[in-house]
């Protein structure tokens, strides 16, 4: 492993750089924590002694992954992930940027909360930590939390995480007050009387289970009330995980009227369907839950249009005891750090996804929507690097994830796009083992 300060030099590599559109031969050298310089060529000539030089043999070399929904169980719900071992996670799967959800216990709430998460991820040290505030006290959706001081104190967006907020009042003072501080916020779009107990989509595969389920529509009622509201402030919306193809013709209408709308969409949905729910399986038990193949594939084409710009893992651990159970009563969620890249890729491999524009949804696109430095590969710019073989074929085994829980919704699924090397300001945080 290189020294913290040894400059390396990468050679041979498929540049992909999601703020220029290039995706070709190229030649990185990173320097003191930065890229101090990145050319559209194979190779770098004059390089000093003490410069370290990584042949990439033409593997992908592209910014750091930035992951803008990552729950951990810190604090208060350790076992199921900390704050390191979600760090190591995300440093295996090429992330070299994760943005925490308030929804723990206590919630981050207020700005000693933001400041405990950023204090922790310096004693780490490992990846980018950054906290999301919670949007209303204790994640409830009746009080607003403080969200200036925890703007102040270094919260990147506000989100009551799972939990819409279904008092349309509290929901629109939550958008102004965050557009006066200049944050964006983040809302799941869910009907909630609608969705109360349900674990499935309404429909005929849910019928034939048995499970309890909510019909589709709920999503886009829900989104249809936050875009009129976003539309009304002037704020940023972020919808928080967009799942059907209504809601997305919704979204599509709302954004050529100018409203300030920005769509997530979770990798397990762009990568399952209901049918994947299989026997009862209950690693694919999640929040939103999954939905048709027609929706899927309507999820796939809006993120090559560019209607859905982020693409998130939403990570969320959860013990085995809380998966071992009947469907409907396990606790819904998957872990993805780890699974987030060589997912997203096999969009590139099995449908010709334009690997430049995929890469753009986890860099670029949600660096820019939360005001990170990161996401680019140019001069100056930090030196998050992730370099992947993307054609390297690996079957998941979730035993061996780095994540204390192992729910994974991909194990046993076959992939590609090992992770070689991953480089956060310049340090390898994580090195594939040869």
């Not at 194979?42 to 992954?65: F, H």
């Not at 440093?91 to 709430?109: E, F, L, M, N």
């Not at 589709?216 to 002037?234: F, K």
Request: aromatic share 4%; proline share 6%; with cysteine.
């Amino acid at each position: 492993m290189a020294s913290r300060t040894q400059p390396i030099a990468f050679i041979n590599a498929r540049l992909v750089d999601p703020e220029t559109g290039y995706d070709g031969d190229g030649a990185v050298v990173v320097k003191d924590g930065m890229i101090a310089d990145a050319l559209h060529r194979p190779t770098i000539e004059s390089l000093s002694e003490d410069v370290r030089v990584i042949d990439c043999s033409g593997a992908m070399l592209a910014p750091g992954l930035v992951d803008l929904r990552v729950k951990t169980g810190e604090p208060g719900a350790e076992p199921k992930e900390t704050l390191k071992s979600a760090s190591r996670a995300a440093a295996a799967g090429g992330v070299t940027s994760i943005v925490i959800q308030p929804d723990t216990d206590p919630a981050i709430d207020d700005p000693a909360m933001v400041d405990f998460i950023l204090r922790r991820a310096r004693d780490i040290e490992l990846v980018h930590v950054y906290p999301a505030g919670a949007a209303t006290r204790g994640c409830q959706g009746e009080r607003l939390a403080e969200l200036g001081l925890m703007r102040e104190a270094g919260a990147v967006y506000f989100t009551d995480a799972d939990r819409p907020i279904a008092d349309s009042k509290v929901f629109r003072r939550v958008l102004s007050y965050a557009k006066g501080f200049g944050a964006a916020v983040a809302h799941r779009p869910a009907d909630p009387w609608l969705c109360a107990g349900a674990c499935a989509t309404e429909g005929e595969f849910a019928a034939r289970l048995g499970l309890p389920s909510a019909p589709a529509v709920a999503e886009r009622i829900m989104l249809e009330r936050d875009l009129a509201l976003a539309g009304l402030t002037g704020a940023q919306l972020i919808v928080d995980q967009i799942t059907t193809a209504d809601a997305l013709e919704s979204l599509a209408r709302a954004r050529d009227r100018g409203v300030r709308a920005t769509a997530t969409a979770g990798i397990n949905h762009l990568s399952f369907n209901e049918l994947d729910i299989g026997d009862y399986r209950t690693f694919a038990r999640l929040d939103p839950p999954l939905r048709t193949e027609a929706d899927r594939q309507a999820l796939i084409e809006a993120l090559v249009s560019g209607l859905v710009e982020v693409v998130v893992s939403a990570h969320a651990p959860a013990p085995a005891e809380d998966k071992r159970l009947p469907f409907s009563e396990a606790t819904p969620g998957g872990v993805g750090l780890e699974t987030l890249l060589p997912a997203l890729l096999s969009l590139h491999h099995d449908g010709g996804a334009p690997l430049a524009t995929l890469i753009r949804a986890v860099t670029l696109a949600p660096a820019r929507l939360v005001g990170l430095d990161a996401g680019r590969i140019a001069q100056g710019a930090p030196a998050d690097l992730v370099l992947c073989d993307i054609a390297a074929p690996f079957r998941v085994d979730a035993d061996k994830l780095s994540s204390k829980s192992k729910n994974s919704p991909f194990d046993g699924r076959r992939l590609q796009g090992g992770v070689l090397m991953t480089l956060v300001s310049g340090r390898i945080v994580h090195q594939a083992v040869a």
